[in-house]
């Protein structure tokens, strides 16, 4: 009986080991399938990532079409605005000035005793002694920047108009006088070539521009 159970043991062994070795062989073979199946891949994507030839004839044409410079153009113009009205946003003084008021402070439409029950009686108080202190002493008012900015604007293209009426004046006084200077030569020059039918010159022409230039040398 001993040596029947010790061989069914030791045959269970067996058993056992045999199972351990399929099931490594069949570990190694999926592992070796993983791998090949990664490897394609792997080359399939290498294939695939492969930098294409650089065609110079597509890109000409891009950089030197007129739908590709207008892309460009628009692109450069919003960015321009953009960097405009940042600067604006950035530059303007109103921005961050504004103060919310309160119900009883803010002033109504219609006329200033409309409403007025609704404030404050303190608040009406204050408002008197601010009106009576306005009407005996004008108070000196900051100007805004903004209005500064303009009324230096008007005054620089007030001047600048100033400056090219003057030079229209010049222009057009110089243009008179040229004009006075033609048409005295045209007479001189008419008076001097003045002939007879037989060629020979008018006398009367020269003899009262002689007398002219003794007038004027008096």
Known sequence: MEKKRDSFFMKMKRDQGQTVQKNQKEIKENTNKRQEEFDKNRKGLEV???????????????KYSKKYKLEQWEEQRKKRLLREYRKDVKNDPTVGSYKAKTFDEDVTDGLQTAGKYVRHPDLLE??????????????????????????QFNKVKQEKQKKQQERERIKNEKMQKLEEYKKKKNDRFKKLSKKTKKGQPVMTGRLELLLEKIQNSK
Do not use: G, I, M, W
């Open 126 to 151: 204050k408002e008197n002694v601010e009106e009576t202190k306005q009407a005996s002493t004008v108070t000196k008012v900051k100007k805004d920047p903004f209005h500064k900015a303009k009324e």
């Open 48 to 62: 695939k990532s492969e930098k294409k030839p650089f065609d110079k004839k597509a890109y000409r044409l891009k």
